[in-house]
């Protein structure tokens, strides 16, 4: 039996393997491997592609978040108000900087924070609001966008699943003051390990992010602020490069495979399909169905050769690192539900016609043998 792997880097890499070697050399070849060339080049490049006027790349997607909120004066005595349902950097960050946690639950649908549940929980202490366009769809911005301005907030997009969506046709990671994205290996544009970057229209939010990355330093071995060692390496620079000149290609076949598994699932009742907002684009980080009968569903599609995976399985707020917190089961009820019903579909550049047929036979196959389930 052929097995069908959740997510394989084949068909990228295969396609740009001699250019990524090329990329390698020229870093090797070069002798600079910390802020040269390499990283200045995907920095202005990154920056062309979101249409912002700064890039600021770093080593991952949670020291961009933390140095996004550091160079926004995110401190302690702050609120912040962030989905309850995320994958725990996005509080992770808010944490390093002493700010409070304030969850909000999401659309059940589109699985992203919802506006019309931001209002109630602004207070004095509100500072900023991060919204997540999680799996790959934008949120819902313009209203966010607007609540924001209306209280005075900092908006900092946590943009790590969603390079290249839009709403409402402008791109995410453009609307918020400074905005943080990841490069993790399996993302819409992954590094081959780990790295991060910002992005923003404001110079002073730029140069605050460069310092903070490098020890809080402009010049060599003078010290403006306390800061970090969060610098994205020129091997990933440069690596990435090479992979944002195919990423646009890349998405409209996420969007093909995507559009593909509605046409094949769209009659089973029992399975929620993703569900876009209106004025959001989808770029499929993720595909993410949802069912009552998750566990039953996974175990039956391993069986069948086909991998899956749980995103989230466990919301933040009911994570033991939150313990302190004083959360407790019940208190963000559409996160805990998104978390027993949620189960992502194999989907990636390269991943055949003919496997998503099979998953989606599978799929039916087992809601067939259950029609007794209700």
Request: net charge negative; with cysteine; proline share 5%.
């Amino acid at each position: 039996m052929s097995k069908i792997p959740f997510f394989s880097f084949d068909n990228q890499h295969g396609l740009i393997q001699e250019e990524i070697l090329n990329a390698f050399k020229f870093v090797l070849d070069h002798n600079w491997y910390i802020l040269g060339k390499s990283l200045e080049e995907f920095e202005s490049a990154y920056a062309h592609f979101n249409d912002v006027k700064y890039c600021i790349g770093t080593s991952n997607g949670l020291d961009a978040l933390h140095i996004a909120l550091k160079a926004a004066d995110i401190k302690k005595g702050d609120e912040v108000i962030v989905p309850s349902n995320t994958f725990i950097a996005s509080w992770l960050a808010i944490t390093y900087t002493g700010a409070t946690i304030v969850p909000v639950e999401p659309d059940p649908l589109t699985y992203n924070i919802s506006p019309a549940n931001i209002q109630a929980l602004i207070s004095p202490r509100t500072k900023a609001i991060m919204p997540v366009h999680l799996y790959g769809q934008a949120c819902e911005m313009d209203q966010i966008m607007e609540i924001a301005q209306r209280h005075h907030l900092i908006v900092i997009e946590d943009n790590a699943q969603a390079q290249g969506a839009t709403f409402n046709g402008k791109l995410t990671g453009t609307f918020g003051a400074i905005n943080a994205t990841s490069f993790y290996p399996v993302k819409n544009l992954g590094a081959l390990g780990d790295a991060g970057a910002l992005t923003t229209q404001d110079p002073d939010l730029a140069d605050a992010a460069r310092m903070l990355r490098n020890y809080g330093s402009k010049t060599k071995y003078e010290y403006e602020v306390i800061g970090y060692n969060t610098r994205m390496d020129e091997i990933q620079a440069a690596i990435l490069s090479v992979k944002l000149k195919y990423l646009k290609g890349w998405l409209l076949e996420r969007k093909r495979i995507a559009t593909l598994y509605f046409d094949l699932l769209q009659d089973i009742e029992d399975l929620t399909l993703p569900k876009t907002a209106n004025g959001a684009e989808h770029v499929y980080h993720l595909y993410v169905v949802r069912t009552k009968h998750r566990n039953p569903l996974k175990t039956h599609l391993e069986e069948e050769g086909i991998s899956t995976a749980i995103h989230y399985p466990i919301p933040p707020h009911l994570q033991k690192a939150y313990k302190g917190l004083g959360f407790a089961k019940g208190d963000f009820p559409v996160a805990e539900e998104l978390a027993i019903t949620s189960l992502s579909l194999p989907l990636y550049p390269g991943i055949t016609e003919g496997q998503i047929h099979k998953i989606a036979e599978s799929v039916h196959c087992f809601y067939e043998k259950n029609t007794h389930r209700n």
